[in-house]
Structure formats: structure tokens, C-alpha cells
């Protein structure tokens, strides 16, 4: 992938370009949320949202592949260390299993962080440049995935806040020591981006590190507290439904499956 060069600006945010993109990001979360809240209502087999944890990478992974070799690699920004890098595979491991604390995780990052980072975006490249598809489809993936799974499963409880606070902070712990070895910027923990950000607003560095932690910790309660109040909370175990190849059955779960196969009803045990 080529790099910004002196007749590439990088990409512009608030322009017609930028409008059109989030558009297209609100479009798809509404749609896939309401389809989480249908299949919510109705029942869901495992099948669309495995189906979508696969295509996230085969997606992504070609493009970060492409960043790691050697005619595109650059210290600062080619290695997967960006909230943004992880989060595709967080997505990919909530949309497979279904479990609360991912999808917890989740929802913060992706509805927060990179959400952000999507409304002011520090990007080098512009359209056809493969890094720029790689960061509006990485992106656009993981928010449309948070928003179907809380959808679908639920929120997060208080043990999914302070889980993911601790990864988190965790995460900022080592990156903010390899920035300091390698001399990068990752997280923008180590300086604020060229672009207008939020970060703009929250002081000097490393002062704005510090007050970023906080305000992340009150949005993210505040983001908690409805699902808590509400008692829709994503389970760490939840029940994985199986489709039912019999025309006309309705989808069963897995235990009622189980149950079936040994001839006794779903729900009670086959007496011996």
C-alpha cells in the first residue's frame, strides 16, 4: 500500500465524502440493529452471526497483511496495536460465542472509540488507496457488530464495565511503554493526532491521557447503567440455538435438541 505522497493530502473529514461514509454507517447499524431485535424476538440459529464473525477476516486480514510487508510497513502505523485493530477480533469472537464480557468490550470500543475515530478521522490516505478501505470497512464492521449484538443479546452489567476498564487500561499500560521504546504515536497516547480530535479539547500531554481515562470511565457507566436498570444483560453463557431441519419447526435450542435425540423432553431429564 502506498503511502500518503505530496499530491495526497490525506483524507478530509467533515467534507461531502466524509457525510456520505457516515451516512453509510448509520444506514447499516440501524438496519443490522433491527434485525438483532427480530431475531431477539423470534428466536436465532448460530448462522448469521457466525457467518458475519467470518467475513470480518476475510475483510481485514488480506489489508493487514499487506501493511506488514516490506514495501508498506512503517513502524508507526503498520502494527496492529490501534483499539481499531483490536476490536475486529473482539467482534469476531462476540459474534461467534455470544458472550456478555465480549460483547461488553465490544460495545465500549466500538461504540465509543471507534466511533470516534471514524467522526474525526486521522487518516493519510484517500479513495483508492488500500489502507483507506481497510480503515472505513474495519471500522464499519466492528460498530455494525456491537450495535447487532447488543441488539440481539443485551447490554453489559457492572462486571462487564470493570472487565472492560481493566483490559483497557491493560492495553494503554503496553502501549504507552512501546511507544516510549519505539518512539510511535499508537493510541495517541504519546501525542494528540495532526487532525482535529476530541483529544483537542482535553488539555496538554500527557494531562489529556489522564482526563481521557476519566471521561471514558463516566461515559461508559452512563452507557451501563440503562441496560442494568433495564435488566437486558448479555449472558456470559448464553444459549446457542440450532436450526431444526424439520419443514415448518420453529429453531430449538441446543439442550432441546439434546433432549430430543435421547427421547426425553427439552427442559427434563430422561428418566433411566
Known amino acids: 500500500m502506498a503511502g500518503k505522497g505530496p499530491a495526497d493530502p490525506g483524507f478530509e473529514a467533515f467534507t461531502a465524502e466524509h457525510a456520505v461514509l457516515l451516512v453509510l454507517l448509520a444506514a447499516g447499524a440501524v438496519a443490522l440493529g433491527l434485525l438483532g431485535a427480530r431475531q431477539r424476538r423470534s428466536g436465532v440459529d448460530v448462522r448469521f452471526p457466525r457467518a458475519f464473525a467470518v467475513v470480518i477476516p476475510v475483510f481485514t486480514v488480506p489489508f493487514q497483511v499487506l501493511q506488514l510487508l516490506p514495501g508498506d510497513f512503517t513502524l508507526g502505523t503498520s502494527l496492529p496495536l490501534q483499539v481499531c485493530d483490536l476490536s475486529w477480533l473482539v467482534a469476531v469472537y462476540a459474534l461467534w460465542t455470544r458472550r456478555g464480557r465480549a460483547i461488553a468490550l465490544l460495545y465500549y470500543w466500538a461504540l465509543v472509540l471507534d466511533m470516534q475515530a471514524a467522526v474525526t478521522p486521522s487518516l493519510g490516505q484517500t479513495f483508492p488507496d488500500p489502507r483507506y478501505f481497510m480503515f472505513w470497512g474495519m471500522h464499519f464492521l466492528t460498530i455494525w457488530a456491537a450495535v447487532y449484538l447488543v441488539c440481539l443479546s443485551?447490554?453489559?452489567?457492572?462486571?462487564?464495565?470493570?472487565?472492560?476498564?481493566?483490559?483497557?487500561?491493560?492495553?494503554?499500560?503496553?502501549?504507552?511503554?512501546?511507544?516510549a521504546v519505539a518512539g510511535t504515536n499508537y493510541g495517541y497516547l504519546a501525542r494528540k493526532p495532526e487532525t482535529s480530535s476530541l483529544l483537542d479539547v482535553l488539555g496538554p500531554w500527557p494531562a489529556y491521557v489522564g482526563v481521557e481515562v476519566l471521561v471514558l470511565a463516566g461515559v461508559w457507566a452512563a452507557m451501563t447503567w440503562p441496560w442494568v436498570r433495564s435488566g437486558r444483560i448479555a449472558p456470559d453463557r448464553p444459549r446457542i440455538e440450532v436450526p431444526d431441519r424439520s419443514a415448518g419447526a420453529p429453531v430449538r435450542s441446543a439442550h432441546e435438541n439434546a433432549a430430543r435425540e435421547d427421547g426425553a423432553p427439552a427442559g427434563r431429564e430422561q428418566r433411566r
Open 154 to 179: 443485551g447490554g453489559p452489567d457492572w462486571r462487564g464495565y470493570r472487565f472492560s476498564m481493566a483490559v483497557t487500561a491493560a492495553w494503554a499500560v503496553i502501549v504507552i511503554a512501546f511507544n
